[in-house]
């Protein structure tokens, strides 16, 4: 089994920046990508950023060049650096990673942006 802890959520200003942790732990063998997705109330579960294997990175279109996403492998942990929130990114935010085929979720982390 395969373990995602989250960390770093909490209330911030908007304008603010938070960076959000996770690390994976259990039957960890060979990540091949790791994510962040949120949900806003009432809304579809939506992908933020995504780091493959190798470093490649992709991005919301609306959040790019405010958020980072990076990794450290031999932590199996990866981060989500946001700067510059908005009062409409307040959502819970999930930690996913994709392995061997399978993939995890955490169990999500409360971001509130105050306006």
């Known amino acids: 089994q395969v373990q995602l802890v989250e960390s770093g959520g909490g209330l911030v200003q908007a304008g603010g920046s938070l960076r959000l942790s996770c690390a994976a732990s259990?039957?960890?063998?060979?990540?091949?990508?790791m994510a962040w997705y949120r949900q806003a109330p009432g809304k579809q579960r939506e992908l933020v950023a995504r780091?493959?294997?190798?470093?490649?990175?992709n991005y919301a279109d609306s959040v790019k060049g405010r958020f980072t996403i990076s990794n450290d492998n031999a932590k199996n942990t990866v981060y989500l650096q946001m700067n510059s929130l908005k009062s409409e990114e307040t959502a819970v935010y999930y930690c996913?990673?994709?392995?061997?085929?399978?993939?995890?979720w955490g169990q999500g982390t409360q971001v509130t942006v105050s306006s």
């Open positions: 996913w990673i994709a392995q061997m085929g399978y993939t995890y």
């Open positions: 259990g039957s960890i063998v060979s990540i091949g990508a």
């Open positions: 780091i493959i294997r190798g470093g490649t990175t």
